[in-house]
């Protein structure tokens, strides 16, 4: 009876369910590979919502945010159209570990991800709750909704965020809810569990909103933006950004703690009522308490909504406590004496599922044509959904073109860390992207994100024109400068200039040569008698000169570590095949640690490669593997 009546329903190549950022990226991707997809959202005008903090960017989160831009997406160009208040944190510090972050406003990003949906062909975008999935065997067929309409399509992509049996607590008062104001997805999370049966708890949460002209901000320390301002997108420059404001920072008191300690008794998060674990690095002001006794304060981020919104958004205080707690201990804090609370902050908890069980396309393996992506893969954070909305979706768009699917390696893109950690390694709490997740960090820094993936996004068929134009256009002024600082050659004594203390004997050096040096930048370089601007440096586009002036320096700078690296990355592809015959007796090679031989005796990887992905297995068990392997290999020559 189903199938008559789907017959006539609507059809698409592939659907996308939910318009939060794994979602938006993931449609996005789809419609630009050329493929009818379909949007499905509770509600439209929530598209491209921000859900907790107002920001885009941070350690980590940056480098997702700038692949995701390589690759055409949409993150970082809303980013730059919304942002009031930018900063390049870490800039002290070596590039590899460099990130932008974007404070925004919450309207304008939401305006600037809507328009840009809209106005993308091929895309159509519905109002509805799919209640559940149409399956033909261990396929996906379409998508059905609350309201019984349904849709067919051969790829579906799942971004439901924390909807999947959502429960929202405020004190003791709990109630169903994806998130404040939008209702849970109950039906679909209890068939998601026959599909894909291990299935786990996380939660997360929020802080109170305050009324901003509460708040006394002459008792707060102000936190400007940077100045000369960074720009997110590798298309984006400084005249898309609107007004610019300052952030603010204040600090919790003992008396703060104090308060939060007498009111723990009706804390949700430890009075047994919140069962699912919450971010290890995005802890409440309730966890932060009891878990760090010995400090005397805690740091608030004060983080305007926006330009016209009369709330701010104080980010590390995220609560649970019941109203009456939320408002007291909020009103202990210098400067917030006479705050209002707009709005309570809550914990969520949710059903998320083992990403273990997906391929790293974010597949998953019971289901074909059937993606996982965002926080129902147990990850937490704008920017790790998003990277994995545009994995799914250029992957259910290679599957639709019966085409090779593509994961970037740990080496290629932060993105390909984020998937393989996943889906070997799966996860027990909400995973958040850091650059020491990354071993081959100084590969994969900010601002060569385009130099490494755009090449990849216009061959898949997701760059347009206009960026791939730009990119070339950055991408030759690099070669030729490089070229000719590497053919001017530099005499002793206008070396000299950049160091008239030196005592050392100074000889005839080419200007790339002289860039590597710690004391010279490339504005510096460019200064010195023979060397000056290049040619027709007035008429390039001034973020694409600066992108490519920063990319020649770092370059520089970097070049021998950047060949050593290179070079383990290629001592690492000679053993990643490597296979492990499938009778080794773990338990008997010595040099393994007690927790290596459990590992190993539990996942029995194929490869060396594999085995290298599994959590607790080091390198130095890779090398008592290899090592072992030789002997092997040795004793087999040698015969009976």
Not at 68 to 94: P, Y
Not at 508 to 533: C, D, F, Q, W
Request: aromatic share 6%; proline share 5%; hydrophobic share 35%.
């Amino acid at each position: 009876m189903e199938n008559r009546l789907v017959a006539n329903k609507d059809k698409y190549d592939a659907i996308v369910v939910g318009g939060g950022h794994a979602g938006t990226e993931a449609a996005s991707v789809l419609s630009r590979m050329g493929h009818k997809t379909l949007l499905v959202t509770q509600d439209p005008l929530t598209i491209g919502q921000m859900s907790c903090n107002p920001a885009i960017g941070g350690v980590g989160k940056g480098h997702l945010a700038k692949e995701i831009d390589a690759l055409g997406g949409v993150m970082a160009t809303a980013a730059d159209q919304a942002g009031i208040h930018f900063k390049k944190l870490n800039s002290s510090k070596g590039r590899a570990v460099q990130a932008t972050r974007a404070q925004a406003d919450r309207a304008l990003y939401r305006s600037a991800i809507q328009k840009n949906l809209l106005n993308q062909p091929n895309l159509t975008i519905v109002g509805g709750m799919v209640s559940r999935l149409l399956l033909g065997g261990n396929k996906t067929k379409g998508v059905v909704t609350e309201g019984g309409n349904t849709y067919l399509a051969r790829c579906v992509v799942l971004t439901v965020g924390t909807f999947l049996n959502g429960k929202i607590h405020v004190g003791q008062k709990q109630t169903e809810g994806g998130r404040a104001g939008d209702m849970p997805s109950i039906k679909l999370a209890e068939q998601l569990k026959e599909i894909a049966p291990r299935v786990g708890r996380l939660k997360t949460g929020t802080p109170p909103r305050i009324l901003k002209e509460s708040i006394n901000f002459d008792l707060l320390d102000e936190q400007p933006g940077d100045t000369p301002r960074p720009v997110f997108s590798f298309i984006g420059n400084r005249k898309q950004h609107p007004q610019q404001v300052s952030c603010h920072l204040a600090y919790t008191n003992q008396e703060t703690h104090r308060i939060i300690n007498d009111s723990l008794a009706e804390s949700p998060l430890f009075n047994g009522s919140i069962k699912g674990i919450g971010p290890r690095y995005c802890p409440s002001i309730e966890d932060k308490v009891v878990k760090f006794k010995d400090k005397s304060r805690h740091q608030i981020f004060i983080e305007p909504e926006g330009l016209s919104s009369p709330e701010i958004y104080p980010n590390g205080i995220s609560t649970s406590l019941n109203i009456e707690d939320q408002e007291r201990f909020v009103r202990s804090i210098k400067g917030f004496e006479a705050a209002i609370i707009t709005k309570p902050g809550y914990a969520i908890e949710y059903d998320y599922f083992d990403p273990r069980d997906l391929s790293d396309t974010m597949e998953t393996r019971q289901v074909k044509g059937l993606f996982f992506a965002g926080q129902i893969n147990g990850t937490t954070g704008y920017e790790e959904a998003a990277a994995q909305g545009i994995l799914a979706g250029i992957n259910a768009g290679l599957k639709l073109q019966n085409k090779e699917p593509w994961v970037p390696g740990r080496e290629e893109a932060y993105i390909g860390v984020l998937s393989d950690d996943l889906v070997t390694r799966g996860t027990n709490e909400p995973y958040r992207m850091f650059t020491s997740r990354a071993e081959h960090r100084l590969l994969l820094r900010e601002d060569n994100a385009d130099t490494r993936l755009t090449p990849k996004g216009r061959e898949i068929g997701i760059v347009d024109d206009n960026r791939w134009e730009i990119f070339c256009e950055k991408r030759n002024i690099v070669e030729k400068e490089k070229q000719r600082l590497a053919s001017i050659f530099v005499p002793p004594k206008t070396i000299k200039q950049l160091d008239s203390n030196t005592k050392q004997k100074t000889i005839e050096k080419t200007a790339y040569e002289l860039l590597k040096r710690p004391n010279v930048n490339y504005a510096k370089l460019i200064s010195l008698p023979g060397v000056g601007k290049r040619k027709n440096q007035s008429e390039e586009k001034t973020f694409v000169r600066e992108q490519a002036n920063e990319q020649i320096e770092t370059d520089a700078k970097y070049e021998g570590y950047l060949f050593r690296q290179k070079k383990e990355v290629e001592k690492q592809q000679l053993y990643k095949n490597t296979r492990l015959p499938g009778d080794i007796n773990y338990s008997s090679l010595p040099g393994l640690s007690n927790e290596a031989k459990e590992k190993l005796k539990e996942f029995a990887p194929e490869t060396i490669g594999h085995a290298a992905r599994i959590q607790g297995i080091t390198p130095a068990s890779l090398s008592v593997l290899l090592v072992h392997l030789k002997k092997r290999s040795l004793k087999k020559a040698e015969g009976p």
